[in-house]
């Protein structure tokens, strides 16, 4: 089943795979954004999740995500797979960029 990503602030939607995280979601789909080594060690790529649900399918470090941090929807989007339809904001001091423009259009035109 595919899922809808939608990321906010730039209100873009990107489609997600069965299984598949948020940042490879939104990398595959042409974009970027902040993040680091990809493999849950460095809470770089930390985002708020608005709405939808996400699991994450490898245990994280509890050390990089604080419990107020948690209740409040941050999650890391290296290892978060959405598991419904799911709206986040990146952090305040971030934004996507656009990486591969033509990619990033063939993905939204199957929104
Ligand atoms: S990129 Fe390092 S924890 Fe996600």
Same mark, same amino acid.
């Given at each position: 089943?595919?899922?809808? +990503?939608?990321?906010?602030?730039?209100?873009?939607? !990107?489609?997600?795979? %069965?299984?598949?995280?948020? @940042?490879?979601?939104?990398?595959?789909?042409?974009?970027?954004?902040?993040?680091?080594?990809?493999?849950?060690?460095? /809470?770089?790529?930390?985002?708020?999740? +608005?709405?939808?649900?996400?699991?994450? %399918?490898?245990?994280?470090?509890? &050390?990089? !995500? &604080? %419990? $107020?941090?948690?209740?409040?929807?941050?999650? +890391?989007?290296?290892?978060? !797979?959405?598991? &419904?339809?799911?709206?986040? /904001? +990146?952090?305040?001091?971030?934004? @996507?960029?656009?990486?591969?423009?033509?990619?990033?259009? @063939? %993905? $939204? &035109?199957? $929104?």
């Amino acid at each position: 089943m595919i899922h809808r +990503l939608t990321i906010l602030p730039e209100e873009i939607c !990107v489609p997600v795979r %069965e299984g598949e995280t948020i @940042l490879s979601a939104i990398c595959r789909a042409g974009f970027t954004y902040r993040f680091g080594c990809r493999r849950g060690g460095c /809470a770089v790529c930390k985002v708020r999740v +608005l709405a939808g649900d996400v699991a994450y %399918e490898r245990p994280i470090d509890a &050390s990089l !995500v &604080s %419990e $107020q941090e948690g209740a409040g929807g941050i999650r +890391l989007s290296c290892r978060a !797979v959405p598991t &419904s339809d799911v709206v986040i /904001a +990146l952090q305040s001091d971030d934004h @996507l960029t656009i990486v591969n423009p033509w990619v990033s259009k @063939l %993905e $939204q &035109s199957f $929104q």
